[in-house]
């Protein structure tokens, strides 16, 4: 059984609503999977688990989403290592944003690896300006990306 996290980083509920549809596909009899809001997280999440699936969105300048500021802030001053760690990011952004496209995402992947955490799979970025639906590409790209952390921690055990 695999046990995966769905870390939800939101404003208006989208990241949320894609977390719920791949919550729905990807759990079945070989996956366990939990979704939580980043609201009042901190750096000790990551002690529960093994494989965590970062699903967030983008607001000003480039930021996280305010409930994701307080767990992002915790990893950064807390500095957990995170070697045992295994990710993935779903980021949700909007092109319209210029170099800013995706950077709460981003700045995650980057923080988590910095940390030593291992990212399996490419980002799975979702512009809100193509006017593609966030949950159907979210789902479509999270089961190529269980398929690929099976073989990965079969590798590794
Ligand atoms: C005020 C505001 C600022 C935003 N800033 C960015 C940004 O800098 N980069 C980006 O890629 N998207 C940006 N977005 C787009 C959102 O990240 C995108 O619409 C996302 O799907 C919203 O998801 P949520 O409902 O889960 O918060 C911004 C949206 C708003 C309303």
């Given at each position: 059984m695999l046990d995966l996290t769905i870390l939800v980083g939101t404003m208006t509920g989208t990241a949320q609503l894609v977390a719920q549809e791949v919550e729905l596909t990807l759990d079945d009899d070989q996956t366990r999977v939990r979704t939580q809001l980043?609201?009042?997280?901190?750096?000790?999440?990551?002690?529960?688990?093994?494989l965590f699936l970062i699903c967030t969105s983008t607001y000003g300048q480039g930021d996280v989403p305010d409930n994701a500021k307080g767990l992002f802030a915790s990893l950064c001053s807390e500095?957990?290592?995170?070697?045992d760690i295994r990710y993935g990011v779903i980021a949700l952004g909007d092109r319209t944003y210029g170099d800013t496209f995706c950077a709460g995402g981003r700045r995650f992947d980057a923080l988590l690896t910095e940390l030593g955490a291992q990212r399996i799979g490419e980002l799975m970025l979702h512009d809100?300006?193509?006017?593609?639906?966030p949950e159907e590409l979210a789902c479509e790209w999270a089961s190529g990306w269980i398929a690929q952390c099976r073989q990965a921690l079969k590798r590794a055990a």
């Open positions: 980043m609201d009042g997280l901190d750096a000790s999440v990551f002690k529960g688990g093994r500095r957990p290592d995170l070697r809100a300006s193509a006017g593609t639906m």
